[in-house]
């Protein structure tokens, strides 16, 4: 009876507290320029954190539905202090630091040399953080650093929180319930024609749902299509949960061509490639029809006929821009060959050299970015990351007895080589909200127990 007292009083004084927070957030708000939309964005963030420390599983699911939402507000600055602007993405990355760090303070028996890659992440984070100062822009090395602690951060979180099976699966839902704000933005940007255009490529109406380029948004498509898949693999019994997942598989791979982006088309491929190997024989139906759609999507849509002849036989396409940037790039590392220019910085350093007369100051490749900005100890680091994490996946694969395991490990080696293959000709690694999921994926799977 005492104890039914003690919930009711615990409950009663959340309630109290969450609502008097509440009323002061709204009366200081209200003496603020911020538009009504960023308000109730800055509330919802508010209570995400709430849901943090009264549930972490819960608070974690929903900075995940969040976060991929938030990239088209980049621009919008929420917070000044001193010459650093924090928009939406970096007050979540922040919350996110902080709350991985009471965890970690909070679990007094985790011993942190037992979380698997926990020494090439540590090693990577800590060049990366060194090489700022040796930055030619210090204040950006630390707001991009603060980006990359976040993305390991969540790899943490999910290795601590996502202790079971069946709480991997919910992540895996969940990652894809991500998806469908981002999607209903696309849907429209196709139907009003308010996509992104490239006329000089004859490419128009490409969609972005609610990230700042398509690449980015195609890129992300990536993780929840390929979960789609693995649940529809494991779904057993449940008729309706395989039509559902089936119908979100080719509702996510069309929206994946309609943002024609050929390295995400790519990226995909490989990607049932990998899952092919494994269910070949009890889905090759469902997998065939996936690849016929992809092409007949060839012959039958233009822009995607165009797209791909423009690969294969233009010798003035992206491809050959991308080259030239490169070799321009690569000889602006030689300058600061050990510890670069600083983390975050390659643009500004390529803005200074090239300008803009030749397009984007983006790199195009991930290695070159950070060889450019970490130098060859950065660039040696992030290798060595990406080789102990696809031995740990591989090992998974080898010793695990589980079906399901080995499967959804298979699934993450798909993305996993996609992912880092692309890298060398796009910026996947300046994609925060697919770099979240997928470092959270990683965190959880790894943590994940011996069962059917």
Not at 105 to 126: G, M, Q
């Amino acid at each position: 009876m005492s104890t039914e007292i003690n919930k009711n009083t615990k409950n009663k004084i959340k309630i109290q507290f969450l609502f008097i927070t509440t009323v002061f957030i709204l009366l200081v708000l209200s003496f603020t320029s911020l538009k009504p939309i960023i308000i109730l964005l800055l509330f919802l963030i508010y209570y995400v954190i709430i849901a943090m420390f009264f549930n972490p599983l819960i608070g974690l699911f929903l900075l995940l539905i969040i976060r991929p939402c938030l990239d088209i507000l980049s621009n919008e600055s929420i917070i000044t202090i001193c010459d650093m602007h924090l928009n939406f993405a970096s007050i979540m990355a922040i919350i996110t630091i902080f709350f991985s760090s009471i965890i970690l303070i909070t679990n007094k028996s985790l011993n942190l040399k037992k979380i698997p890659l926990i020494f090439p992440i540590s090693l990577f984070l800590l060049i990366t953080f060194i090489s700022s100062f040796f930055s030619v822009s210090p204040l950006e090395s630390i707001i991009e650093w603060t980006r990359l602690l976040s993305i390991f951060s969540l790899y943490i979180l999910g290795y601590l929180i996502i202790k079971t099976n069946e709480n991997l699966t919910r992540l895996s839902k969940i990652i894809i319930f991500s998806v469908i704000i981002p999607s209903i933005f696309a849907l429209y940007q196709f139907f009003t024609r308010t996509g992104m255009s490239i006329p000089f490529e004859g490419i128009y109406n490409r969609i972005f749902g609610t990230f700042t380029h398509p690449n980015l948004f195609a890129y992300y498509l990536i993780i929840p299509i390929a979960l789609s898949l693995f649940l529809f693999s494991i779904t057993k019994t449940k008729k309706i949960a395989k039509i559902i997942l089936a119908i979100i598989t080719i509702f996510l791979s069309i929206l994946l061509i309609l943002t024609y982006t050929r390295g995400a088309w790519l990226a995909f491929v490989i990607i049932i490639t990998f899952i092919s190997i494994a269910c070949f024989k009890k889905y090759g139906k469902f997998l065939i029809i996936i690849f016929l759609i992809i092409s007949f999507s060839y012959f039958l849509i233009e822009p995607i006929n165009k797209r791909i002849n423009d690969f294969i036989y233009n010798p003035y396409n992206s491809i050959h821009w991308r080259l030239n940037l490169w070799k321009d790039s690569l000889s602006y590392v030689k300058e600061k060959l050990l510890f670069g220019n600083g983390t975050g910085t390659a643009e500004k350093s390529i803005l200074q050299k090239r300008g803009y007369r030749f397009g984007s100051t983006a790199p195009h490749n991930d290695y070159l970015k950070i060889t450019l900005e970490n130098g060859l100890l950065g660039l040696l680091s992030y290798i060595f990351l990406i080789i102990s994490l696809f031995f740990k996946l591989l090992k998974k694969f080898q010793t695990t007895k589980s079906q399901n395991i080995k499967l959804f490990s298979l699934t993450l080696l798909g993305i996993t080589v996609s992912l880092y293959t692309l890298s060398f000709a796009d910026n996947i690694l300046r994609n925060t909200a697919l770099e979240w999921s997928y470092w959270i994926l990683i965190g959880a799977f790894l943590a994940s127990k011996e069962s059917e």
